[in-house]
């Protein structure tokens, strides 16, 4: 059949002139965003520390928006799940994760994580730090790391050290420490913290990596020793607490973290309108003051800094899975 000249031209006048008054419409919906309730989706159950960081940030947000924002706890697998659901979410900014450290570990220590952390979200550069302690037995022969690794050296392969779990920050930290410290202390996986610490704590296994956040109270009791931190400084709860670099270890530098994420696709304007109200509450004094006493420290960044942030952690936990053969149960 025949095209007619005139008749596609018109067409072609038809579609651009539909899409100039089309796109004011788009920015509007920019503009006014949100005009609905959000959900704020916690890929693990109430009470943990991605939960606590949750809460009061939602609170603020929707005093700050004026519109509900609803907490919504998808555990499962890891943190998977929610991550998943998230990431199949329609890119509008009414559907938001917050997903922990783990979103940089788990692809590379599972068969099908379900997601790319760098390629399928986007980080909105708010979030909070949890800094790790090396923690060691009451019975353990050693008082500082720098012993604990005289007496990994002196008796290898005997030494065990609890993790919350198989490819699990806490294992993948301790492999870490293990390549860089030249040691060899053997691996003992726990399903989760409470019960490596118990054993720690009881004398079973000599170490562990744990979040201060966890093992504060237990190091304030004395029921276990605190042997070194793996952030790049000393903290104020631990303040006579050495760095694992401060003794000449370097590389062993790892922080547990949770950030707020929207998924890919999500339009600028809305993303750069969630990171500006979160950052305006990470600023606020009694927030900070409030995540500090718990052990944890509001980090806030722009988006850009953040997805830099992602992409370095991915590669380096998936170099280190690799390595070591490190895998989920």
């Known amino acids: 059949m025949t095209r007619n000249p005139l008749r596609t031209a018109l067409h072609a006048l038809t579609a651009a002139a539909f899409m100039s008054l089309a796109a004011p419409g788009l920015y509007a919906q ?8 959000i959900t704020l989706v916690i890929p693990f159950p109430p009470g943990g520390a991605t939960d606590i960081t949750a809460r009061p940030f939602a609170s603020k947000l929707q005093e700050a928006f004026d519109k509900p924002v609803i907490v919504e706890n998808k555990p499962g697998a890891g ?54 302690v090396l923690i060691g037995s009451p019975t353990l022969a050693a008082n500082s790391i720098q012993e604990l690794i005289a007496l990994a050296k002196a008796k290898p392969n005997t030494l065990n050290g609890a993790s919350i779990g198989s490819g699990s920050l806490s294992h ?19 399903p989760g913290s409470a019960k490596g610490k118990a054993d720690v704590m009881g004398g079973r296994v000599e170490i562990m990596f744990d979040s201060v956040a966890s093992a504060l109270p237990q190091i304030q009791a004395n029921q276990v020793k605190a042997l070194a931190i793996t952030s790049p400084r000393r903290i104020n709860e631990l303040p006579n607490v050495p760095t694992v670099d401060e003794i000449g270890v370097s590389g062993v530098e790892a922080v547990a973290w949770n950030a707020f994420f929207v998924p890919a696709k999500t339009p600028k304007a809305i993303v750069d309108r969630l990171s500006t109200e979160l950052r305006k509450i990470a600023a606020d004094p009694a927030i900070r003051s409030q995540f500090a006493s718990r052990g944890l420290y509001i980090t806030s960044t722009t988006p850009e800094a953040f997805a830099t942030k992602v992409a370095a952690e991915t590669a380096k936990w998936s170099e280190l899975a690799q390595a070591s053969g490190a895998r989920m149960d």
């Open 30 to 37: 920019d503009a006014a965003f949100p005009s609905k309730p």
């Open 79 to 132: 943190g998977n799940i929610g991550s998943v659901a998230v990431r199949n979410a329609a890119p509008d900014g009414y559907t938001i994760l917050l997903a922990g450290v783990f979103l940089t570990v788990n692809p590379a220590v599972s068969k099908n994580a379900g997601y790319d952390p760098v390629r399928d979200f986007i980080p909105l550069g708010v979030g909070a730090e949890m800094p790790i």
């Open 172 to 190: 993948l930290v301790l492999v870490l420490f293990n390549r860089q410290a030249k040691v060899d202390i053997q691996h003992v996986p726990y």
